[in-house]
């Protein structure tokens, strides 16, 4: 289960991964960190979440940028590349579901408003840390780093989960 857990293709063809999780890693850690440290992204941040109607928002507006902050800065170093996007992913959603979704005019058709859905960013960035979930880091990840060290010491050729030759 660990194998897995860090295993990701790290061939050139999955180089794209390296950018996803660069982008949604920076981009979370930014906003995390801005939302934790300055006061006016505090502000906008608790009322926010006062709107949305979840629950405890001022422990929840830190919580949020704490995990925004701290999953953004693993996702970038492909560290726990998997958890780190379903916790971003989770976040994402939430945002979605309690605010942007609501962005969207109403009265519209269904093809409208599946396409003012996808105008709305957090579908991007579910749909992209949904990609490194089931991907994972990709290639310059530390979770690779770690897949080699624990699984193939020697750097001998080994067979991979699905038959694969891995050199």
Known sequence: MLKTFFYSP????????VFFRLALGLFFFASGFNKLFIVENQQLMLQTITEAGIPF????????????????LLLASGLLTRLSA?????????ALLTVGIYQIPSGINAMTWYSWLYYLPESSYILIALNLMIQGSGPYGLDQWIYRRLYRPDSRPALLPGGDLHT
Not at 10 to 17: C, D, E, Q, R, Y
Not at 86 to 94: A, E, F, G, K, Y
């Open 86 to 94: 379903l916790v971003l992913m989770i976040i994402s959603t939430v």
């Open 57 to 72: 928002p001022a422990v929840m507006a830190v919580f949020v940028a704490f995990c925004e902050t701290l999953f953004g």
């Open 10 to 17: 790290a061939n050139k063809f999955f180089l794209p991964l």
